[in-house]
T-cell receptor
């Protein structure tokens, strides 16, 4: 079964608003990553957070990690229409660091 | 650099046919993976490789074979196509698992 589950499945917001997506996973991890997928395209890596980190920033992205709750959140601030895409979390289980398992994704729609 | 390339972009097969999806990367990455993406299911790992000559199964390996004879290439073989294998297939490569680079995908329809 898949390691990660994103919540919500779909999110619609207006430009300028913040978008928050959540990811829950099942086993202990070394790292958690977030990827973005534009419609019909391959995934693109956004950011990685290690299991000993609690928060990380990259431009308008803010990622948090709570290993006690086995959850992460991705915040996109001041969203733009170009942020419209699907967002996936991915984890490598600490017992098997050779596999990267993806969640089911959140579809974000940003209206101009 | 071309990055990760996949061929073909689109393919239609009849049930029972076999075919090979090609994946190549020019970044000298050791890790390569195959995923399938179905609506509402996200990406599921089919097979992966941590280097030439080494492959292992992912979450949904049944009906697929892989081999890794070179660092650059990681073909995925469908042995006897079934309608349940209709999906979009993505190949990815990375130096470690910390940042995977994805190909553009192959859309496969099995009739």
């Amino acid at each position: 079964s898949q390691q990660g589950e994103e919540d919500p499945q779909a999110l619609s917001i207006q430009e300028g608003e913040n978008a928050t997506m959540n990811c829950s996973y099942k086993t202990s991890i070394n790292n958690l990553q977030w990827y973005r997928q534009n419609s019909g395209r391959g995934l693109v890596h956004l950011i990685l957070i290690r299991s000993n980190e609690r928060e990380k920033h990259s431009g308008r992205l803010r990622v948090t990690l709570d290993t006690s709750k086995k959850s992460s959140s991705l915040l996109i601030t001041a969203s733009r229409a170009a942020d419209t895409a699907s967002y996936f979390c991915a984890t490598d289980a600490s017992y098997n660091t050779d596999k990267l398992i993806f969640g089911t994704g959140t579809r974000l729609q940003v209206f101009p | 650099n071309a990055g990760v390339t996949q061929t073909p972009k689109f393919q239609v097969l009849k049930t029972g046919q076999s075919m090979t999806l090609q994946c190549a990367q020019d970044m000298n990455h050791e890790y390569m993976s195959w995923y399938r993406q179905d609506p509402g299911m996200g990406l599921r790992l089919i097979h992966y490789s941590v280097g030439a000559g080494i492959t292992d199964q992912g979450e949904v390996p049944n009906g697929y074979n892989v081999s890794r004879s070179t660092t650059e290439d990681f073909p995925l073989r469908l042995l006897s196509a079934a309608p349940s294998q209709t999906s979009v297939y993505f190949c990815a490569s990375s130096a470690s698992l910390n940042e995977q680079f994805f190909g553009p995908g192959t859309r496969l329809t099995v009739l």
